[in-house]
T-cell receptor, first 112, second 113 residues
Framework: DVKVTQSSRYLVKRTGEKVFLECVQDMDHENMFWYRQDPGLGLRLIYFSYDVKMKEKGDIPEGYSVSREKKERFSLILESASTNQTSMYLC???????????FGQGTRLTVV | QKEVEQNSGPLSVPEGAIASLNCTYSDRVSQSFFWYRQYSGKSPELIMSIYSNGDKEDGRFTAQLNKASQYVSLLIRDSQPSDSATYLCAVNKGGTGGFKTIFGAGTRLFVKA
């Protein structure tokens, strides 16, 4: 059974903290993605990675960075958390451009 | 202009009716197209994928793709209350080194019993 696992289901952080969201997949997928989902806005792409140490900006990269040191793990970093980064964060992975994306369970992040 | 656009809805249909969901995309180099379903509080899951012009049927679901019009649709026949969810249109397009998957904002569907 394929699996994408995010490290936390719920997270509460203070403004200005450095926040790490971890995502691990066990499908040997090359491509991994980080999205945030807000009501009425759908899934917006933050960053994606097509290989180890390779990353590209998505549509809303400001305030975020990513790390992919191993194929199975893709981390999203909020350098200095702000209240407007309160959101649901979803990680996904896929093997090729013609195959479906598998999602993690999501991390509900609240920045206070 | 958003890369992938959907009517946000909500779309309300009676049980047993056909639900029609539409999506347009802006980039002609987009190469593959997907419909995902997302129940409240859950992650998206794939319903259909389509890569070439025409129709693709899977059970009660039919996806339609028209690349000339940059248009993708999903028809749900014999709609059931369990089909009530948000439906997300997604498009894969090539990037510098790989590809990225772009989602529309989603259409909320309500099927009334």
């Amino acid at each position: 059974d394929v699996k994408v696992t995010q490290s936390s289901r719920y997270l509460v952080k203070r403004t200005g903290e450095k926040v790490f969201l971890e995502c691990v997949q066990d499908m040997d997928h090359e491509n991994m993605f980080w999205y945030r989902q807000d009501p009425g806005l759908g899934l917006r792409l933050i960053y994606f990675s097509y290989d180890v140490k390779m990353k590209e900006k998505g549509d809303i990269p400001e305030g975020y960075s990513v790390s992919r040191e191993k194929k199975e793990r893709f981390s999203l970093i909020l350098e200095s958390a702000s209240t407007n980064q309160t959101s649901m964060y979803l990680c996904a992975s896929t093997g090729t451009a013609n195959t479906e994306a598998f999602f993690g369970q999501g991390t509900r992040l609240t920045v206070v | 202009q958003k890369e992938v656009e959907q009517n946000s809805g909500p779309l309300s249909v009676p049980e047993g009716a056909i639900a029609s969901l539409n999506c347009t995309y802006s980039d002609r180099v987009s190469q593959s197209f997907f419909w995902y379903r997302q129940y409240s509080g859950k992650s998206p899951e794939l319903i259909m994928s389509i890569y070439s012009n025409g129709d693709k049927e899977d059970g009660r679901f039919t996806a339609q793709l028209n690349k000339a019009s940059q248009y993708v649709s999903l028809l749900i026949r014999d709609s059931q209350p369990s089909d009530s969810a948000t439906y997300l249109c997604a498009v894969n397009k090539g990037g510098t080194g790989g590809f990225k998957t772009i989602f529309g904002a989603g259409t909320r569907l309500f099927v009334k019993a």
